[in-house]
C-alpha cells in the first residue's frame, strides 16, 4: 500500500515537472535502539522506488568512540541496488546529540565512507540548531548561537574535499559478487514468532552484515523479490523465514549450477504467507544443505567451538553434509549445529544457531573461499571501492578507530586525490585516527 | 460467579448426557512468569469442582535443567483433594516451546510423575506442531513435517509402560496427613497489600510447597473453605492473609488437641472481608503461637540464623513462646523471628519473615518430628506413594536430576512395575539420569 | 491556573472565617522515587502561598539507615521563604511503611529537625493505622491493635520536650545568606529537553541542596521569580535553564555589586517561554563567567579531577576564566569543565557537567569563602541555628548516624533545653546514635 500510494503521487508530479527536475525520496531505515539498523518494517524500499528518478536515504549512527561505519556502509549498499544506480543521502547527523557530538576528523572520515558506497552527496540534518520544539537538541551545522563554530569548520573542509574527488567521482559505480538476502515478510514473522526475546530479525541481517562488513567483503542488499541469484557468485540468507517455492527452487538451482549459499537459523521455515512448511526442514532445500531438523531447543549451556551458542538452536540431523560443528551439549552433542554440503557444483552451509561473529566470519571465509572471493584487510580498516567513469578503480581506506594504523597498499600505484601523495604497490599507507585516503589506481 | 456459572453450565449437561458420558473441566493454575505457578487467582477451584464428575488440571512446568516435579507434584495435591478422587491431566506439555524440548527420558519421568499424584492419564498439547497463528511454536507431538521423530517415539513408549503400570493402579488412591491451606482471598489481598514488590501471595505458597515436596513430605493443597482439620496431623499457612473467625477457631481447636500448626508472616491478619482484625495480632491466636506483634519493618541488613531475612519482617514480642531465632540487626535483634510454643496437646510454630527454603525446612523438620511423621530421602529423590485398590503400596521413586543415583530401599521387598526388578528391603536402587521406578510393595 | 484557583477558595474562606481563625495549605514536594524530593512541579509554591496566612508543608523520607535529615531540612527550607514566616508541617510520617518504621530515637531527631528549619510544630499521618482500603499499610500513631506501643510512646515523649522548648522557640526566626534558586519553568524544560534519561531538573537541584546542607551552609530555596538577589550573599542556580533578560541583567548585576555566583550546567539556556537564546551560550553571562560554549557532548569515559563526568559535558571554552578543571579525555581535554572568574566586585563559578558531590562541594567551599562565610561541622553532624525572639541564638545540633559522635562545642557559652547541660565553648558534647542536643546560647 506504501508503495503504491508513493507510486500515485510520482506520477501526478512526473505530469508536472520539469525534465531536468528529479523525483526521489528519502528512504529511512528501521530505527533501534536510537539509529539506523536494518530494514524498514514500514515500507519495501525494493517496491517503493521503482517511480523513482533515483533513490535517497537517510542514515544516523553511532558516533564519537562507537563509531563504526558500519551503518554508513549498510545504508549503502542497501540502497544502491534498489535502481542499479547512485544514490543521495538525504540526511544524516552533523552535530545531532550529544552522543553523536562528533571527534574531530569524523565528520570527515563519514563523509567520504558516503561516497566509498557509491553516494553522489550528502546533506546534513540541519543547517542551524533549532532553538524551539522537539529537535532542538538534534543538533545542526550551526549551534544556537548561529555563529561559525569547530561542526561548521569541519563541513566547511568536506565541500573544499568533495570539490578535489568529484571529477574523479562523477559516474562511478560498484558491483558486487555478493547478495545478502532481505526480506519484510520474514521481518514481520520473527516478530510474530520470535527466535528469542530481544533478538529481531534485523539483529540476525545486521550479524550477518557486520561479519561481511568486518572482512571487507562488499555485497548488495537486495530483497529477496528482486535477486537475481545469477548476478552474485555468494548468496546470504540470514533468518530467511519466509520463502516462496519460486525462491527455494531458485536457491536450489543457483547452487547446483556452482554458486555458494550461506544460510543461518529459521531460513525456509515458512511460505510467502508464512504457512510452515509440512515438509522436512528446511523445506525442499535437505538436499542442498544435507541435513534436516525436527526439533529447536533452548540452548541453556551449550557451546559451539567452545562459545557459548545463543538465543536458539536448531538441532541439525546431518546427513550427507559435512559437520563443521557439532553442538557441545551433554543431550543435544548428537546433533549438527554448522554443516556443509556439495550440491551440483556449488556449496550450501548452514548455521544452527546464532553465534559470535567469529564463527559467522569463518564460514564466510570458507564461502569466499568456495567463491573464489579474495580477502585482505579486516575492520577497522576499512577498504571499498567503485569504477570511475574512466574504467579506473578507486580505493577508499579508512580507518574507523582512535589508533595510528599502518598498511601495505595491496593495489598497483595509486595516488591519493586527497592528499595527492602517491604510492608503490606494497608501501606502507599511514592513517592516523578517524583518517581516511582516496586511492586511484592508474 | 465462575463457580456459579459452570455449575448452570453441568446442569445443563447433566440433563442431556448419557450415563456412562462424564463431566469434567480443565483447571488450570496461575500462569506466572511462564509456567503452572500455584493457585489459580481467576476462579476458586474448590468451589468450582462440585459440580464434576471428576476433577482436570493442565500442567505446564520448566523442563531441561530446570524439570524439577514441583509443578507436577503441586497441580495434582492441589487437583486430587478438590473431590478427594483420582483425576485426570487434560493438558501438558511434549515439545512445546524450545525452552521445554525434553531431554530424552524426561518426557517418561514426567508422566511417571502425574501418576504418581494420582493422576488416571494425561494428555498432551497437542498432536501436532501447527502451520499457522499464534501457538505454531508450542509444538506437539510431531513436529511441524508430520513425520514421526523423537518425541512421538518416547510419548510411544509411554503408552507401553501405561499398558504394563494399569491393571495395579486403577483405582489406587494417595491418603496424606498434611495440609497446605490456600485462599483466594488472601492471594487478592496480598495483591493489594504486597507483603514486597516482586513477592505475591503464590511466591509464599510455592515457597512452603516446594520446601514439603523436597522434604518427599505429601500433602493435600486444600482451599481454607474445605479445610476439615482433624482430617490432618500438620497444618501449613504460608500468608494466610484472611481468616475467618470461624477459621480461627477451628486451628485454634486443632492446635489444643493435639495438631502441629505451621505459619508464617502475613498469617491471620484479617478477616474474611480483608477488614484488618483491631486486636492483638494474630488475631485470638497470641496465646496459640505465645507471642504477638505490632510493627514491620524492612529487612534492610537483617538476618535470620546468619542469613538474610527477605522481603518483610514481622517484629515478634515473644511472651510465652520459644524463641527459636532471633533477628540479628542492632535495633531489632530484642524481637524474634521463629517461634514454637506448646498449647494445650498441640505446638504451633511462626515464622516472621520471608526466609531460605532452609530455614522452613528447619521448622517444618521439628513439625513433621512433633506430628510423627517420618523423613528419609530428599529431593532430586522423589518418592510418592499411592495405596493400590488391593491394599498393596505403589512408590514412585523419581531422580529429578542428570546424576546416576543410588538409594537403599526404604520399603520391605518390592518389583519395579515397569523393569520387572525385584529388590529385598535395604538392597541398593540404582536410577540413570532422569530414571524413574515404580515399585509394588507385596 | 493552581495558585488563581487556590486564591479564589481563600478569598470565599476569607469572607466567613472568624479573626482568630488561619488559611493554610498543605503543599507536598515531588514525590520521587518513593518520597518527598524537591520541587513540585504541578504548583508554584510561591505563587500559591500568598493568599494564605501561614504556609504548610507535608515532608515524608526515607528512614532507619537511610535517615540523613536532607529532604527534612530541604522541606522546611522550601516552604520558610514563601511568606519569610514560621510554616507548619501538617504531615510527617510516624510508622508509615515498613521501610520507614523508625529506630528507636529517631522519631525524636526527625521532630527536632524540622524545629531547626523554622516550623512551629508537627503533626503525624496518622493517629491509627487503618483497617481497610488503599492507605492501609501507611501506618499511624497507634498500629491495627489501637493499643500503645513503642511508637505511641515515644511520639508522647516528643511532646514533652516540645513542651519544654516552646517558651524559647515561639516567635524565632531564621535568615539565610545563602539562595538556592528553583524555577517551575525550567523543571518542565528539562523534562522535555533532558540532560539525560534518569537525570531530572530535582536530580540537579537536590545535588546541589544536598552538598549545601552537608556542608552546614544554611540557604533559602527561593523561587527564581521571588529573587531577590541583594538578599544574599551566595546565589546557587543549578539547571536553571529559563532564564528571563530580567533575571540575567539580575545577576549579572548582583556579581558586579560584590555577589558570588554558582552555576552548572544548563543554566540560562533559554528565556522563560523556553525559547533558546540565539546568541553566545550562557546568555549575555559569558563575560561574568569569562566563558562561552557552542557544543555538548555525551561524557563517555571523559573524567573531571579523575572521577566520571556524568550525564552530560558543556564544552566550555575559557577566554577570561581560570580554568580550575579541564575535562580529562583525548578530544574534550582542551575544553574546559569547571570555571571561576571574577567580574566587578564579585566572582562567578560555572560547573558545566554532572559531577559528585566532592566536586561540587569544593566549588562551593571557594564560594563560601569568597562571600565570607564560615564553614565548621559537617554531615552526619548537623548544626542549624535559629534567632530567638529574645535576640538569643538557638543551636541544634543532630547525629544522622548509628554512630556516637562527639564534637567540640562551636559557640559561646550554651545550655542544652532539652537535656538541660551547660556546656562552655570548646568543650565536647558528646551525641549518641541518632541524638540531638538543642543548645541556647547566653
Keep these: 500500500m506504501a508503495a503504491d500510494y508513493l507510486r500515485w503521487q510520482a506520477g501526478i508530479v512526473g505530469e508536472l515537472k520539469r525534465d531536468d527536475q528529479f523525483i526521489t525520496q528519502n528512504f529511512d531505515f528501521e530505527w533501534w535502539p536510537d539509529h539506523s539498523y536494518g530494514p524498514q518494517s514500514g515500507i519495501n524500499h525494493f517496491e517503493a522506488a521503482q517511480c523513482l528518478t533515483f533513490a535517497s536515504c537517510d542514515i544516523y549512527h553511532p558516533s564519537q568512540d562507537e563509531l563504526t561505519g558500519m551503518e554508513i556502509a549498510y545504508g549503502g549498499d542497501a540502497t544502491r541496488p534498489l535502481l542499479h544506480a547512485p544514490y543521495l543521502v538525504m540526511e544524516t547527523q552533523s552535530q545531532a546529540f550529544k552522543q553523536w557530538t562528533p571527534y574531530p576528523g569524523q565528520l570527515r572520515l563519514q563523509a567520504m565512507a558516503h561516497l566509498a558506497s557509491g553516494a553522489m552527496g550528502i546533506a546534513y540534518w540541519n543547517l542551524f540548531s533549532l532553538h524551539n520544539s522537539a529537535e532542538s537538541y538534534w543538533k545542526g551545522v550551526l549551534s544556537h548561537d548561529l555563529e561559525e563554530g569547530r561542526i561548521a569548520r569541519e563541513i566547511g573542509a568536506i565541500g573544499a574535499d568533495f570539490a578535489k574527488l568529484s571529477p574523479h567521482l562523477a559516474g562511478a559505480t560498484k558491483h558486487s559478487r555478493v547478495a545478502l538476502v532481505i526480506d519484510n515478510h520474514s521481518q514481520s514473522a520473527l516478530r510474530w514468532f520470535a ?8 539483529d540476525l541481517v545486521m550479524w550477518a552484515y557486520s561479519c561481511l562488513y568486518e572482512l571487507n567483503v562488499e555485497c548488495d542488499v537486495v530483497d529477496v523479490e528482486a535477486l537475481v ?27 547446483e549450477k556452482g554458486g555458494v549459499l550461506v544460510s543461518t537459523l529459521r531460513s525456509f521455515v515458512s511460505d510467502e504467507n508464512v504457512t510452515i512448511w509440512r515438509t ?40 550427507d553434509a559435512e559437520v563443521l560443528e557439532r553442538y557441545e551439549h551433554r543431550y543435544w552433542g548428537e546433533y549438527a549445529a554448522l554443516t556443509a554440503n556439495s550440491f551440483g557444483k556449488g556449496r550450501a552451509y548452514y548455521l544452527a ?31 571499498r571501492s567503485l569504477r570511475a567513469a574512466d574504467g579506473s578503480s578507486i580505493h577508499f581506506a579508512m580507518n574507523f578507530s582512535a589508533d595510528v594504523r599502518g598498511f601495505a597498499n595491496p593495489f598497483g600505484e ?29
Design 414 to 442: 595509486v595516488t591519493d586525490l586527497l592528499g595527492g601523495k602517491a604510492y608503490e604497490a606494497g608501501q606502507t599507507i599511514d592513517l592516523h585516527d578517524w583518517d581516511v585516503v582516496v586511492l586511484k589506481e592508474a
Design 280 to 319: 522436512r526442514a528446511p523445506h525442499d532445500l535437505t538436499y542442498v544443505f544435507g541435513m534436516l531438523y525436527q526439533e529447536i531447543a533452548k540452548p541453556g549451556t551449550t557451546t559451539v567451538a567452545g562459545k557459548p551458542a545463543q538465543r536458539m538452536i536448531e538441532l541439525l540431523i546431518a546427513d
Design 353 to 383: 544457531t546464532v553465534g559470535t561473529k567469529d564463527l559467522l566470519k569463518s564460514v564466510l571465509r570458507r564461502a569466499c573461499a568456495d567463491a573464489g572471493i579474495g580477502l585482505a584487510h579486516e575492520w577497522p580498516l576499512v577498504v
Design 195 to 202: 527466535i528469542d526475546p530481544g533478538c529481531s530479525y534485523n
Design 229 to 255: 541469484p545469477s548476478d552474485y557468485d555468494l548468496i546470504v540468507t540470514p533468518g530467511l523465514y519466509c520463502a516462496s517455492q519460486q525462491v527455494i527452487d531458485g536457491l536450489r538451482a543457483f547452487v
